[in-house]
């Protein structure tokens, strides 16, 4: 089969189309072959290991010390079930099935193997593959961000970076849960970000979010230009999301209604290690994706808990 596959970390030219293996399933797994995938910021950052500092040893223990342990990237496809292990129940030959493989990746091939247990699901009929592969990596992230976060019907949330994968799903997870939605974005973007459903949209090359006065129950940073340090003002209830985990990692933000000058995010950070609506999300990036806003590629909780840092007063 077909795959792009990178053998060092580095710029996008370390990828390149070769013929690999077909993979075969085993006795619970499904092999789906692709239809649709997507490029996201987790690939660009696996790709590159472009990590704060202080991370990199993290980073390569988990994803390869000298070269990548999974030469294939891809978080997330859409697809066709081509065949199923003998112990496979839930799916059969020719289902349309989306599915999610998070930090294991794999996704950039003509074919995947999943377990039927993993996550993967049917495609809803109306769905093409195309905007089925783009709901799971900013949607699960961001389902479970809100679940943790325990976002209620009624209150204020604004989502800085409400144009990405991430964001985009936010604002309209954060709508389907009732919230009063503000997106952050940039002026290219803010007619979509109102078409996903925002109340109001700010265009942060206009306008600072942090100096208008206005004030929000919950602040979802996907952008890492929001830490705490400078949003605290514009928190109403003291509580905070925050996606862009690396990002505010470098910013070491200050604890919002805490007492111990920010070391207990500093050790929470450390702690944590790097990791998926009714449109699909947006997989973009500067270098990350190389081609520009593209749709990214499924929904379910994560297995693993995302990067979330929540505070209460
Ligand atoms: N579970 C996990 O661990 C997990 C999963 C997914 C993502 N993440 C992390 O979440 C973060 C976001 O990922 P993503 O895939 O959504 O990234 P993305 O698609 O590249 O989106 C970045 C967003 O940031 C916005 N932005 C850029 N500069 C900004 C500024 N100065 N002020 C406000 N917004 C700004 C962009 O808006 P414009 O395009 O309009 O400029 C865009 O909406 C990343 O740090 C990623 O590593 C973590």
Redesign the pocket.
């Known amino acids: 089969m077909k795959a792009i596959v990178y053998e060092r970390y580095g710029s996008p030219e370390v990828l390149e189309l070769r013929e690999v293996e077909k993979p075969v399933p085993k006795d619970n797994e499904i092999l789906i072959r692709s239809r649709a995938t997507t490029v ?3 690939d660009w ?1 696996v790709r590159s290991l472009d990590v704060p500092t202080g991370f990199g040893l993290l980073s390569r223990l988990m994803f390869g010390v000298r070269k990548p342990k999974q030469p294939i990237l891809g978080s997330e496809l859409a697809g066709d079930v081509e065949a199923v292990g003998k112990d496979v129940r839930k799916f059969k030959p020719g289902d349309r099935v989306f599915a999610f493989d998070g930090a294991r990746m794999g996704c950039h091939a003509e074919y995947k193997c999943m377990p039927e247990d993993g996550a993967v699901a049917p495609i809803p009929p109306s769905f093409a593959y195309e905007e089925a592969a783009a709901l799971s ?2 949607g699960s ?1 961001t389902l479970d961000f809100f679940r943790r976060g325990d976002l209620k019907s009624g209150e204020k949330v604004l989502i ?8 985009s799903a936010a604002v309209q997870i954060a709508k389907h849960f009732g919230a009063m939605v503000t997106g ?3 002026t ?2 803010v007619e979509l970000v109102r078409s996903l459903g925002a109340d109001r949209v700010i265009d ?1 090359t206009q306008e600072d979010f942090t100096k208008n006065g206005e004030a929000y129950d919950v602040i979802v940073d ?4 929001a830490p705490l340090s400078r949003s605290k003002n514009s928190l109403a209830s003291k509580r905070a999301l925050a ?5 505010n990692a470098r910013h070491a933000p200050d604890p919002v209604g805490g007492d111990d000058d920010g070391q207990e995010n500093r050790r929470r950070a450390r702690r944590r290690t ?3 609506s009714a449109r699909p999300g ?4 500067k270098r ?1 994706v190389q081609t520009g806003h593209r749709p990214a590629l499924s929904l379910r909780p ?1 297995r693993r808990r ?2 979330l840092r929540r505070y209460r007063a």
């Open positions: 996201t910021s987790g950052r990596f900013g992230t800085n970076g409400a144009s990405g994968a991430v964001g952050v974005c940039s290219a973007n942060y996907t952008a890492g230009t996606a862009g985990f690396w990002e790097p990791g998926g947006r997989a973009r990036g990350r994560n995302a990067p």
